[in-house]
């Protein structure tokens, strides 16, 4: 299973220019892990 996003879409979410939620959940999907995984406290 893959999130169905582009590397760019990837690259805007990894340097903070993208936190769309629905976004961040498909990668969470399928990479197995909660989506809790990407918050930071």
Do not use: H, N, W, Y
Not at 2 to 29: F, H, N, Q, W, Y
């Amino acid at each position: 299973m893959t999130c169905g996003l582009t590397g760019a879409e990837i690259t805007r979410i990894e340097l903070g220019d993208d936190v769309d939620p629905d976004k961040l959940r498909r990668i969470a999907a399928a990479l197995r892990v909660p989506t809790s995984t990407f918050l930071l406290d």
